[in-house]
């Protein structure tokens, strides 16, 4: 019965991967753990779920259905199993299983495993959920744009080593259509083709996790994953997306739409994020200037809603495509094509009218700690958020005052960027600063590298770290880049030597060319004066916070000063609440700041 057994193991495993004639370099399933061949994985987690998924291959042909148990725990011995369960699988989903766990502890560290009638177990998944109430870190990978056939998957290994991630975020490109002719590392034989009906579409998920370094990340950490271009470039959308479904750890938010993934996650006071679907809904409706939209309504309503009204004190929002004005023009524009003076059109900049609804909105509710998350064009960014991009009026790029936020865009985990497109090595250091030039918002741009960013949150301060790998070989190193720093309140990405100021929840570079005389009645009733002196003409913006909150209580607004002369400023305080207050005002060399009582 044991050699029957063996050679019925020799015969389905190969008639798995019948289609291909050789593998390339580490790709492999997980025969160890037949049949479940591709892993576990897990994603999406809320305080009191997440979701497990698996793959089970059939041991005939004529098998219709498979029941499988599952099994959660808070130790990997599974001595203290916290749920249980069955499911069921079958072809018309195939052969994956979800199952979405409830009743859970917020911010815990659960294990997971699946098994067939036989007793025969997946390896052991680890999963998180979030937390529900203050928390005082999270730690986040930040990926996109991972061809299988571009090079080796030594990022994903990385993360998947890691035991400090919260959570890893795809932005998008998690598997790829087709092999780029300039990028072939990995590929297989036969020459793998586009994927054009929903049988190819899932060979090519299960193609993927082949790599055993994709498996390892899957295994340890919950995964929150969007869609983009190269993962639905078949023009039946609904073929290439109920593969992605089936076999990606995705909660199904619209069981009536099932395609309508943009989700919101809270992690308890700390943060919210917001992963939003741009390649989907895109282009579908005109907006009233005759711009396309690129959310469309119902998506950009729901987002707007659930954005507004967020409590947390950090607000991610994850989108495919780059954020931020990439402005290409003069000498720059000899190595990098442009389109209608901008890098891509594909991304925000083509879509302007809706970029700046999201800016004003930020500006006028005062909403501090904004950071974007973005992939697709396989650079490494860190950009201050701007409506003003070249620090002509109310952005200086020299402090980052007058910013809205912070985008941090980390490289493709393998597709080619900069040095695949063939431009020569010396010119890379010329083209960043030539591009900084047009683009002072940008803090950091790197052109040729690949791997994965971390974000760690905290209430004072967000890091984001850009990681590199190489992707021509099998390897543990690793290096990290780049560092950048936002404080609370702070709004940009942080210079040199720049602090917050404790007591008004802002960035604090004391002004060299202004300051405030006095401010008057103190206690203060309907109106408050400001008396301010100032050594040059120059544009000036005011807020009010709370002193107990540090919350910013009125709009930014601005207040032209001339040189060499006093100017009595008047703040309406009429609608304030009794308490004690901060004046703080923000010039183009830093911010003068004075209390005041309201009774």
Request: proline share 5%.
């Amino acid at each position: 019965m044991r050699y029957l057994s063996f050679f019925c193991f020799i015969f389905l495993y190969g008639s798995l991967f019948a289609q291909w004639n050789q593998l390339p370099a580490n790709m492999y399933a997980d025969s160890v753990h037949a049949p479940f061949y591709y892993g576990v994985a897990s994603g999406d987690p809320l305080a009191d779920r997440v979701i497990i998924w698996t793959h089970v291959t059939p041991d005939s042909a004529t098998i219709d259905t498979i029941q499988l148990g599952w099994e959660v725990a808070t130790d990997s011995t599974f001595a203290n199993v916290v749920q249980s369960g069955q499911a069921s699988t079958d072809s018309s989903v195939s052969w994956t299983v979800k199952v979405d766990v409830t009743g859970l502890s917020a911010s815990t560290t659960y294990y997971y495993r699946f098994k067939d009638a036989q007793n025969r177990y997946t390896p052991i998944g680890r999963t998180r959920t979030a937390p529900n109430g203050p928390k005082s870190n999270l730690q986040l990978a930040v990926i996109s744009c991972s061809s299988v056939f571009s090079g080796f998957f030594n990022a994903y290994r990385q993360i998947g080593l890691r035991n400090d991630l919260d959570l890893v975020i795809h932005l998008g490109d998690y598997v790829y259509d087709f092999i780029d002719e300039d990028e072939e590392v990995r590929v297989p034989d036969p020459y793998a083709q586009p994927p054009g009906n929903i049988q190819e579409w899932r060979d090519r998920e299960r193609y993927y996790l082949l790599d055993p370094d994709f498996r390892l990340a899957r295994q340890q950490h919950p995964f929150s994953i969007m869609w983009d271009n190269h993962d639905l470039a078949d023009n039946d959308k609904d073929v290439c997306t109920k593969a992605f479904l089936e076999w990606t750890p995705t909660r199904v938010i619209n069981q009536t739409d099932p395609k309508r993934i943009y989700r919101k996650m809270s992690y308890g006071d700390l943060l919210d994020i917001f992963i939003l679907d741009i390649m989907l809904w895109r282009d579908q409706e005109t907006l009233p200037n005759g711009e396309e939209s690129l959310l469309g309504t119902e998506q950009w309503d729901w987002f707007m809603d659930a954005f507004t009204n967020s409590t947390a004190q950090w607000k991610i929002i994850g989108s495919q495509k780059m954020f931020s004005y990439w402005g290409v023009s003069g000498p720059l524009a000899t190595f990098i094509p442009t389109q209608n003076g901008v890098l891509n059109l594909g991304t925000w900049d083509g879509y302007q009218l809706q970029r700046k609804e999201l800016l004003d909105t930020i500006a006028n509710r005062g909403i501090n700690n904004v950071i974007v998350i973005s992939g697709d064009s396989h650079v490494s960014l860190a950009a201050d958020l701007t409506r003003d991009p070249q620090g002509d009026s109310e952005y200086d790029p020299e402090t980052g005052s007058g910013g809205l936020g912070v985008e941090f865009l980390p490289t493709s985990v393998t597709r080619g960027n900069f040095d695949e497109l063939g431009i020569p090595t010396s010119l890379q250091s010329f083209i960043i600063d030539l591009s900084t030039q047009s683009n002072p918002h940008h803090r950091y741009v790197e052109l040729v590298q690949h791997g994965y960013g971390i974000l760690d949150i905290k209430p004072d301060s967000a890091i984001a770290q850009f990681w590199y790998c190489p992707i021509l070989q099998t390897t543990n190193d690793q290096v990290m880049g780049k560092e950048m720093v936002t404080l609370n309140g702070m709004n940009h990405w942080k210079r040199p030597g720049q602090t917050i100021d404790t007591t008004t929840s802002a960035v604090f570079v004391a002004a060299k060319s202004f300051g405030i005389g006095d401010v008057f009645p103190n206690p203060v009733g309907e109106k408050l004066n400001i008396d301010i002196h100032s050594d040059k003409t120059q544009t000036l913006k005011v807020s009010i916070y709370e002193l107990e909150t540090f919350k910013k209580v009125t709009q930014v607004y601005q207040q032209e000063v001339s040189a060499k002369k006093k100017t009595l400023l008047g703040v309406d305080t009429s609608k304030l609440g009794n308490g004690i207050y901060i004046v703080y005002i923000e010039g183009k060399d830093g911010a003068a700041a004075r209390t005041f009582l309201k009774r």
